[in-house]
Structure formats: structure tokens, C-alpha cells
């Protein structure tokens, strides 16, 4: 080994530690209590990844918290900006692995498109990040992590009261949220603190394919939005595009829904449909979902397939999606068309993690190619 490389930081990350686990922290080193709240307030209000800025703690202290400790955040492997204002990270987590985030500017906010997996165990047939065959949970300090490294590129530090450029998160990025809940819950304790992040939990929105079991804990102990995968009305045509759907069938699912403790008329379920031309986007089925949603608070929100690379579907037309939203409105629903955002960039909705993968395939060749070259 080289005797001048550096030896591996083996400090521990701050960031991603409940309060708990940072008392516990401060307790070990022999710190006071109270410097939970003081660290809190940097790293999640203030945004501070050195140590040495946090001019309220002596410097004796600010030392030793050195020796131990940083404050983290996810290597970026390439940020890009979509014409369209949206701009998409592709993070390189510790162990190479990689991950992409999202964030969609619109008028009146800015929404954070956050993964809580690499890839995805679920296979739903029209969705890229399904197709990828690595998968691990993100740690809660990966996912933390996400909101931090946006905070940063926004320049919105300290956490502003108003006028914020990420004011929604959705857990709508790679990954099924409801698989790794104990990350994805502390991840989003730390996110909705009010002495730090402080988004609301009104302001969050978990997705999920419906992994029935987790739905209640998901309300009970986190209180955020849920946004249920629906895709399709009929057992048969789900047990194909969203296979968990075996496990977990529609009315077992629209009951976890009806009983979602905090959804209300004023917090409404909202149902992802994706259009998928001449697979689930005819009347009829229109027709049955207003059927189906009968008794939940719902909203519907039709997302017009986002084609990728070998893709065995094809986009509704224009013509199905409003026939369908107008049914679905008819009966009562709000049921936005979704605008696919950063098209440019692979950023929609199902092509999180395409641009990885061709690179790495382009990289691979090139690789190849020198390999070969004497
Ligand atoms: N695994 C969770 C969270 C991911 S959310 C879930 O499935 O709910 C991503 C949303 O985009 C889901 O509603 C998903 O069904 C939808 N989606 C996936 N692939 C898509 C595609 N190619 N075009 C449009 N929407 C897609
Ligand atoms: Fe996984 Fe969601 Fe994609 Fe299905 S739609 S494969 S659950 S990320």
C-alpha cells in the first residue's frame, strides 16, 4: 500500500441520528445534554457542514466533536438542469451505489422528489427503476441526506419560514418507501422537526405499489400524505402491471385506504394512475374506478406514461386521458393530468436511474475498448 495515501475517515456522520442517538452520542463523549439542541440547530437550521463554523460551542469542543464526527452529506456524481427548470442529482452514495433526486420548481412551490431505495424489489411492469436489479435500503442519513444536499444547491439556509423553493417532498423516487419504513420514518422525524428542516408533515407525501401491512403504521406514527400506485381497476389487469397486487389485492387495499388514520376531504388519498394506450385507459375503467374509490377521500392523478428504453407500453393519447379525467371528474374527483417534468433530463416519473445505467453501459464499452486497445 502507499505509505502517502490518507487513512480512511472513519468518523461518524451526525446527520441521519435521531435526537436520541445524538444524546446518546453527546453522553459517550461526556457532553451535556443541551448540546443536542445547540448541534440540532446547526446542521439542520443552519445547514453547517464544518464543524469548526459552529461559533456558539467553545473551541475545545468544536475539536474534539471533530475527532469524532462530520457532517455529511451524499457525493454527487452529476447534477443536471432540464429546460424546464427541473433539476435532477445523481448521488453517489458510500459504497458507490447510486441514486437520483429530483427537484420540480413550479409557481407556487417546489417539490423534492426523494428515493428511499437503490432500485426497487417490486418489478411493476411499465416502471424503469423496477427493471434494475441491485437493490439496498437507503440509511436514514441517505435520505436526510437528499433534502440536505437540495437545501444546499437552493441556497435555502438557515431553514426559511417563507418564500421556500422546496416546500413538498415526495417519497417518489426509486424504491418502495414502505419497504424500508424504519429509515424512511426517522429519515422524515428529522425532516419534519420543527427546529430544523421543519416541513410539515402536510407537506410530505408517501407513494406507495400498497404494501397493505405498513399502510396504518405509515399514518399512525408519521401522519404524512399517502399517494396510493393504482394503475389498474381489475385484479387481473394489477396482478400483471403491479405484481405485489398477489399479495395484496385491491380490496384489501382500498380498505387500508378507507380506514388511513388523518385522511379527511381537506387530506385526501391520492390514487397515480399511469395511462397506458390501450392497456388500462378506456371508459369503462374510468367508470369503475370512480366505482371502486366509493367512501375514501380521494383525489386521482392520471400520469401519462413515461416511455424508456425498451419499454413494452406505449403512452395514452391526449384524447383517452381527457375521456378518462373527464369521467373521473364528472363524479366528483380532482383528477390533474400529471405534466411530465425534465423529459430532457430522464427526470419524470419511472425513468429515475435510465441515465445511470446508459452511462455505466457507455462507460463499460469504454472500458472495453481500452482494455482491448495494446
Ligand atoms: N415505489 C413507490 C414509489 C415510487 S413513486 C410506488 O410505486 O408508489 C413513482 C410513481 O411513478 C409511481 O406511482 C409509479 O407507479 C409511477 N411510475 C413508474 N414508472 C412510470 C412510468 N414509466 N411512467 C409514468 N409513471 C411511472
Ligand atoms: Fe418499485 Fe414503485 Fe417502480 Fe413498482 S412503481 S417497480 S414499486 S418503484
Not at 133 to 139: A, D, F, G, S, Y
Not at 280 to 296: F, H, K, Q, T, W
Request: with cysteine; charged share 25%.
Amino acid at each position: 500500500m502507499d505509505s502517502a495515501a490518507p487513512a480512511p475517515d472513519t468518523r461518524k456522520d451526525l446527520v441521519g441520528l435521531s435526537r436520541e442517538e445524538l444524546l446518546a452520542e453527546m453522553t459517550a463523549m461526556g457532553a451535556e445534554p443541551f448540546r443536542v439542541r445547540q448541534l440540532w440547530h446547526w446542521i439542520y437550521n443552519r445547514g453547517v457542514t464544518d464543524i469548526a463554523a459552529m461559533t456558539t460551542l467553545s473551541k475545545p469542543f468544536r475539536a474534539a466533536l471533530a475527532e469524532r464526527y462530520v457532517v455529511g452529506r451524499p457525493g454527487v456524481a452529476r447534477a443536471l438542469t432540464s429546460v424546464d427548470g427541473t433539476r435532477k442529482w445523481l448521488l453517489r452514495l458510500g459504497d458507490a451505489q447510486e441514486v437520483e433526486c429530483v427537484h420540480i420548481p413550479e409557481e407556487d412551490r417546489g417539490t423534492l422528489c426523494v428515493s428511499s431505495q437503490v432500485g426497487c424489489t417490486l418489478n411493476c411492469t411499465f416502471c424503469h427503476t423496477g427493471t434494475q436489479r441491485l437493490v439496498r435500503n437507503l440509511t436514514a442519513a441517505e435520505i436526510v441526506g437528499q433534502v440536505m444536499l437540495a437545501r444546499d444547491a437552493l441556497g435555502e439556509w438557515p431553514s426559511p419560514q417563507d418564500d421556500r423553493q422546496l416546500t413538498n417532498i415526495v417519497l417518489m423516487g426509486m424504491g418502495e418507501p414502505l419497504y424500508n419504513f424504519d429509515n424512511v420514518a426517522q429519515a422524515l422525524k428529522i425532516v419534519m422537526d420543527h427546529e430544523g428542516l421543519s416541513l410539515s408533515r402536510r407537506k410530505i407525501t408517501l407513494s406507495t405499489s400498497g404494501i397493505v401491512p405498513m399502510i396504518r403504521r405509515c399514518g399512525e406514527e408519521l401522519g404524512v400524505n399517502l399517494a396510493i400506485s393504482l394503475h389498474a381497476v381489475t385484479d387481473a389487469l394489477r396482478d400483471v402491471l403491479v405484481p405485489i397486487n398477489r399479495k395484496y389485492p385491491l380490496a384489501e387495499l382500498l380498505d387500508a385506504c378507507r380506514t388511513y388514520p388523518g385522511a379527511s376531504n381537506a387530506r385526501r388519498i391520492t390514487f397515480e394512475y399511469v395511462m397506458l394506450k390501450d392497456v388500462n385507459d378506456s371508459p369503462a375503467e374510468a367508470r369503475e374506478l370512480v366505482r371502486l374509490l366509493a367512501g375514501i377521500p380521494a383525489k386521482v392523478n392520471l400520469i401519462p406514461f413515461n416511455p424508456w428504453p425498451g419499454a413494452p407500453y406505449e403512452r395514452s393519447t391526449a384524447a383517452a386521458i381527457k375521456a378518462f379525467s373527464d369521467i373521473v371528474n364528472a363524479a366528483g374527483y380532482s383528477s390533474p393530468v400529471r405534466t411530465p417534468r425534465g423529459e430532457d433530463i430522464m427526470a419524470a416519473c419511472g425513468q429515475l436511474k435510465s441515465a445511470s445505467v446508459k452511462r455505466r453501459r457507455s462507460e463499460l464499452l469504454k472500458d472495453e475498448a481500452a482494455a482491448q486497445t495494446p
